[in-house]
């Protein structure tokens, strides 16, 4: 479904990306793993086209979708939800979910789509008057999934869903994941967390140094020697 | 060697009382204190409020959604007057129109002329934006990175767009003769019916905005463009093309605040620099990027600055605005509605 192939980027003068080749299935969860800086976050936003690439090519659908702007990137299905923390504070939950939903015709799709949202997360529908700046870290997150789930897409990319978050929570949104998977979206995940992502997901890319470094299925990845040296930077850690 | 000159918190605000005291004490002296002369210069005061508020509205929006400031917005405010006066002249000649509503002729007339401000001067904005500020971004990062040199352009696009204004008006003073019926006599004094009229007409095009920017589905997205460029593309905002909007809509608000004033004053090249200048001291007084904080500040401005003209000294008008400015930022440095910088619209 989405393919990204040779792919250079970086922001103003600093290349990050030297070349990245993956490529994520329909109707599959794929975890995206490194540590801190090696351009995991910067994938996404070639994507979603909030930064411009500078060579190799991104297909979506068969498309070439690099260097579109943004909102013709969102027309097309490919959402990209952000870190909690990215919501906006002034406005109430409903309000932020309706923005997801901007791209949106008609305003009972609107209405269906804000039901399917609330069926995922009920906490949001708790809380659906609030100001978002009152929610907590969990229910940020819940907002940002249920704002990108808005718009219809067929695939969303989620940059680091688990980030400061108690493991109980991230055990419940990684449980809605794996369902919006099953009611056939594609999940792109960008993982700090390297257990929990693999756990979670089908197949597995672990990018170093703006290249792909190792890849395979997420089973295999687990028990993997190299990945504990590519994610933790050579030490033997329990991963 | 200076610490010794620095007064305490108690040495400023006594200072500061004997400042206002003295101000209570001139206003006092005045010979005219009757409750009707109050009337009156409440009125004119609200009428050159909401004028400064039109104006702080269209600064704290393009402050808002773009993280510039306008420093060209007075001259968006003087073409506006001059575009209602075109239109005015235009049809002041049209025998059919005075034909069909003999009663209401004036009235007519001058409502076509504010809508001809606004749409004019939205197009006229977006036109600004799209030719001379929208290429400054091309280096990337938007208006946010691009700010300064933004703020520049506005300096510079202020005196082109009064040169062109002065060669194709010249600078004499023009009158708006908008005929609107009789003067009302509001505490002893006849006044203009444009002074009340400006009240109603600023403060129902303010609660438009309102109404625009929280029930609709484009304020939405101006309201997201405005807190962040970013997460606003990813949820499919077209942000390019919002930003037009924002600042097409500031600068119609300003179109209109033109066209209010034609007929009470008259419509001259160079009014739009003072009106900049209160207008930012409104803005600053209400506090700097808030939408109800802008009217509320040419409110407190316009009020103040009529009330100190007439009980203090009317020598010094244009001086009391930023007087206020400095005692508001002294006492509250945020303004009457400053909020987080990142709460904003």
Known sequence: MLKVNQLVSGYGTVQILNGANMKVDKQSIVALLGGNGTGKSTILKAASGLIRSWKGTIEFNNEQIQNLPPHEIVARGLVQVTQGKDVFPAMSVTENLRLGGFILKTKQQLKDNLEKVFNYFPRLNERKDQLAATLSGGELQMLCIGRGLMS???????DEPSAALAPQIVLDIFKNINRIRKDGLTVLVVEQNVRMALLLADYGYVIKDGVINVEGESKKLMYDESVKESYLGGTKANV | MFEKFRLGKRGEN??????????????????????????TVLTIGLSVGIIYGL??????????????????????????????????????????????????????????????????MGLFGVFIERIFLRPLTKKGGGYTVAGMGIIICGFGLSVVLINV??????????????????????????????YVWMIFVGLFVAGGLWFFLNKTKMGLGIRAVAFSKDVSNLVGINVPLYISIIFGIACAIAGIGGTLVGPTYQVVVFMGYIILMKAFAAAVVGGFGNLPGAIVGGFTVGIFETASSFYVSGSHKDLYAFLLMIIVLMIKPTGFFGVQVKMKA
């Open chain 1, 152 to 158: 219809n897409p067929k695939m969303i990319m989620l």
């Open chain 2, 14 to 39: 006594i200072i500061f009382t004997i400042f206002i005291l003295m101000y209570v004490a001139y206003c006092l002296n005045s010979p005219d204190m009757s409750f009707e002369s109050f009337k």
């Open chain 2, 165 to 194: 204004a002065y060669l194709i008006w010249n600078p004499v003073a023009k009158p708006f003769p908008a005929e609107l019926g009789l003067p009302m006599e509001i505490g002893g004094l006849f006044l203009p019916i444009t």
């Open chain 2, 55 to 120: 104006v702080a509205l269209g600064i704290s929006l393009i402050y808002t959604g773009l993280d510039v400031v306008n420093f060209s917005h007075g001259e968006f405010f003087m073409i506006g007057a001059f575009a209602g006066l075109t239109m005015f002249n235009i049809l002041g000649n049209q025998d059919w129109i005075f034909n069909l509503f003999p009663e209401a002729y004036g009235w007519i007339i001058y409502v076509i002329c504010l809508f001809t401000a606004f749409v004019s």
